[in-house]
């Protein structure tokens, strides 16, 4: 026995050392060697994009990806300034290259002559030229190729090219942000023209998703060398790429959709930096700040990303403004932003971001105050009854149901404190939430909704035409098309909007915008809540990642990003 | 037996069809079509640019003609097109299939040897110790959530020790067989720990009832040795109703493991065919979902014919 006894423990020990062995050869392999050289760099990102066509499917990991490997004529910068990528002048009214102009039917539309910069090449080292120009056009233009900013090219009425380099657009529109152009982004006509052979099978044909790592499909610093559908994609330096050098020889983009995952993959130096685009939501963010806040640099940026609650002006309590004053008041957003967000997300008073240029503080501002809120209640006919829910005089209880999206964590947290506070004022509040393609395929559009909390992301100071105007407003007539969603109608607003978007002056404008601005704060169509911040997670060592926020990736700048 | 199987062969085919019909219908009725989707992100789409789009992506016919043309050109070969991967669906399973067929077949395996040890070694001596230990076990591995184990391991393994990837199928341009064995560790382990319960406890219960058999015990009595009966006289025996579990479990080698997929961003069938259903990418969820379908009714036909191989009473009527 004992015998037997030594040879079993001898056997343990053989395969522990075999186990030890097999874990250090495990940990050798697990981090090569070149990984620690800053040469190459892995962003985590919770998405991943479907299509890498840059002008079929509006989605934030394509805009990501493609922020390094595509060049807009014209970005909104860290600083919210318009800037020029691949043209090399703005077109301006002062400098000559725009030119409004009279269109028969009595409206005004703009002439706006860019020049492609010189230097500029197809990763195969084809120039990029004004035959890029008219061919995205002839794709932009075409119904069947499901090109997602058909607005844009709608407007266009024609190109005029003057030479390889130089051409001119005809807009029949003239709105003070005419030289943005930021939709139009090129498609390289040598490489394309055979998918767009037959334009219906475009979508599909695309050399984007036939053969993406073929070189020429791209002319920013880099271009797409691997994609593992699904799970990675390695972007290498573009060789024909004349700009200032990035510094980084390969880029891995990895989607890994779960935060806490991704957070993990981050400790683990899976990944280097977690983007904050498609990063985690700011609750998990502050969590791991406080264990891990030290080894990374944690930057917070709030940007053009409006969370509020719309509320459905259809339904007759909600329809009277007393009503919806009260519900804002009856909510202690500022607590809310400091307790669930550390204050990190700042409290939203209209539907304007204080980083914009016509943002106003000169509106009325709404303090928790649920005595105030409780008698806007009394005075609408909402009188205090039994369980703690206000009646009005036909016995009606004022209850609504909360919808947004399900699985958000962060809006559901903030769900819970609003029914809550809101039960203090006597409104009862049931949530009922739904995946996101129910709630914004069906519940908005149909107006299927009494309260929903969500989002808008606009670009620098949009105008709210699509959200506010009264013709936006979707029904079956429309095909539910527009995003007015809570049924405004305010014949000022729609004034308002008209004369922000054709005003030159930004003086007027501002004025404009301000009283914009006034009237959504005083009429609430919504309730404002906060602006959201993304948060990038970067490694202490890496520099000059600039978060914009505004809809503009922030690897539009990925030569600027540099070790140290 | 010829007969038999062809009648359940003709009894699949039907099954499918039907299958595939109310599948389609289903996630047809889902509200919220992909053009709904664009909408909402689009504050410039107009009416004309919505009919125009669901023209397009044929979503303007009704139901009904959309699924005769799928199946139509299904029959000849010719699967569609996944609108949610810009590719033909296809290309955008097979890759997935593999990895889903790599990851599960390995916990698959693994699971299935663990529980037939342990599952013999705790119907050995019913009440004992041992029994209760493996049990405890058993239960330990049912009861974990297979998200937080993911998440344990990925943070004690890949973030605390730093000795296995955290997610992925490769690292990125290097990928050789060493770099993808090591990937699968943390997930393979995740799901073995997650299925080798149930199946111990299939395989106990089936080897107690084997071991009472009057045959064993006249084995026993011929002085047969303690890991013959079991492996030559009761394993045989006690396999038949684990088999039935067993070809049950083969679909989910297709149909892939959503959880464990996402915790480890493992591009795989369970995530594949999640986002197709929730992205309204009709083809390919009808594709993935199909195929899983088929996998686990051809696994049960094979089931049923191994019954007669491992017990000679079965007859095939």
């Known amino acids: ?564 | 037996m010829i007969r038999f199987a062809a009648i359940r062969l003709i009894e699949i085919a039907v099954v499918l069809v039907l299958l595939s019909f109310a599948i389609y219908v289903l996630i047809g009725l889902m509200p919220g079509d992909p053009i709904d989707l664009m909408r909402s992100a689009d504050p410039h789409m107009t009416a004309a640019d919505i009919a125009h789009l669901k023209a397009v992506y044929g979503l303007d016919r009704p139901l009904l003609a959309r699924y005769l043309a799928w199946a139509t050109g299904a029959l000849a070969g010719n699967l569609g097109y996944s609108r949610l991967f810009a590719e033909p669906v296809l290309t955008a399973l097979l890759p997935r299939l593999g990895n889903s067929l790599v990851l599960m077949g390995s916990s698959f395996v693994l699971a299935l040897l663990i529980a037939l040890v342990l599952g013999s070694l705790a119907a050995r001596r019913p009440g004992s110790r041992l029994d209760e230990a493996i049990n405890l076990l058993c239960f330990a591995g049912v009861s974990l959530p297979t998200f937080w184990l993911a998440l344990v391991l990925i943070l004690v393994f890949a973030a605390g020790l730093g000795w296995l990837p955290a997610s992925g199928v490769a690292t990125a341009g290097i990928g050789g067989l060493g770099d993808r064995l090591r990937h699968l560790v943390l997930p393979v382990a995740t799901l073995t720990a997650a299925s080798v319960g149930g199946y111990t406890r299939y395989v106990r219960a089936a080897m107690l009832e084997a071991l009472a058999q009057d045959h064993i015990r006249t084995a026993r009595a011929k002085g047969a040795s303690e890991v013959r009966i079991i492996v030559h006289h009761a394993l045989r025996g006690a396999l038949v109703p684990v088999t039935t579990i067993l070809a049950l479990s083969f679909g989910s080698l297709v149909s892939g493991a959503l959880v464990t997929e996402t915790m480890f961003a493992y591009p795989g069938m369970g995530k594949l065919i999640f986002d197709a259903v929730m992205g309204n990418d009709y083809n390919l969820a009808l594709a993935g979902l199909l195929l899983a379908a088929v996998v686990t009714m051809a696994a049960n036909l094979a089931a049923d014919l191994a019954y007669g191989w491992l017990d000679p009473r079965v007859t095939y009527r």
């Open chain 1, 1 to 564: 026995m004992p015998v037997r006894g030594a040879r079993r423990r001898g056997a343990g020990r053989r395969s522990a050392a075999a186990l030890g062995s097999a874990l250090a050869l495990l940990a050798a392999l697990s981090h090569p060697a070149d990984a620690a050289a800053h040469d190459m760099l892995t962003i985590g990102i919770t998405q991943f994009p479907a299509t890498l066509n840059p002008d079929i499917d509006a989605m934030a990991a394509k805009s990501y990806v493609l922020g390094m490997a595509v060049r807009p004529f014209t970005v909104y910068d860290a600083g919210w300034r318009l800037d020029c990528l691949l043209c090399t002048r703005l077109p301006t009214i002062a400098n000559g290259l725009a030119m409004p102009i009279a269109l028969k039917d009595g409206k005004k539309g703009i002439d706006l002559t860019y020049t492609i910069r010189p230097d500029a090449k197809w990763g195969d080292g084809v120039p990029v030229t004004t035959d890029d120009v008219v061919f995205t056009y002839r794709v932009g233009r075409n119904p069947q190729s499901a090109v997602t900013a058909a607005d844009l090219y709608r407007h266009i009425t024609k190109i005029d090219v003057k030479d390889k380099h130089t051409f001119t657009l005809h807009l029949d529109k003239l709105t003070f942000d005419y030289a943005a152009i930021d939709d139009f982004v090129l498609l390289p006509a040598h490489l394309e023209r055979a998918a767009f052979a037959d334009p219906a099978q475009y979508r599909i044909r695309s050399r984007y998703n036939t053969d993406p790592t073929n070189p020429g499909l791209y002319d920013g610093p880099y271009r797409i060398s691997q994609v593992a559908t699904g799970s990675y994609i390695v972007l290498t330096r573009n060789p024909y790429w004349a700009g200032p050098p990035p510094h980084f020889r390969r880029i891995t983009v990895r989607a890994i959709e779960n935060t806490a995952a991704l957070e993990a993959n981050l400790l683990s130096s899976t990944i280097d930096m977690v983007a904050g685009e498609l990063g985690p939501p700011l609750d998990e963010a502050l969590a791991f700040e406080r264990q891990h806040g030290s080894q990374f640099d944690m930057i917070y940026k709030p940007g053009l990303i409006f969370e509020h609650v719309d509320l459905n002006l259809a339904r007759p309590a909600l329809a009277d403004r007393r009503v919806r004053e009260a519900l804002l008041l009856g909510s202690d957003r500022a607590a809310i932003s400091q307790s669930l967000f550390a204050g990190r997300q700042p409290v939203a008073d209209s539907f304007m971001s204080p980083l914009d240029s016509g943002y106003t503080k000169d509106i009325p501002h709404y303090r928790y105050d649920p005595v105030k809120a409780k008698a806007l209640l009394e005075a609408a006919g909402w009188h205090a009854a039994g369980g703690g829910i206000r009646r009005n005089a036909a016995g009606q209880p004022l209850s609504f149901v909360l919808k947004t999206t399900a699985g958000d964590h962060t809006r559901e947290l903030v769900e819970q404190v609003l029914q809550s506070e809101w039960r203090q004022i006597g409104v009862d509040i049931r949530i009922k939430n739904e995946p996101a393609r129910v709630l914004f395929g069906d519940s908005l559009p149909h107006r299927d909704f009494d309260m929903a909390m969500y989002a808008w992301i606009s670009a620098p100071d949009s105008v709210p035409r699509s959200i506010f105007d009264s013709t936006e407003i979707p029904d079956a007539a429309n095909g539910y098309s527009g995003q007015n969603d809570t049924g405004f109608k305010s014949a000022e607003m729609d004034r308002l909007i008209e004369a922000t978007e054709t005003e030159l002056d930004p003086a007027k404008r501002k004025a404009l915008w301000a009283a914009m601005q006034r009237l959504y704060a005083i009429q609430l169509p919504s309730l404002p809540l906060y602006f959201r911040s993304n948060v990038f997670i970067l490694p202490k060592w890496l520099k000059g990642v600039a978060p914009t926020g505004n809809q503009y990736p922030t690897t539009l700048w990925i030569t600027d990003w540099q070790p140290q």
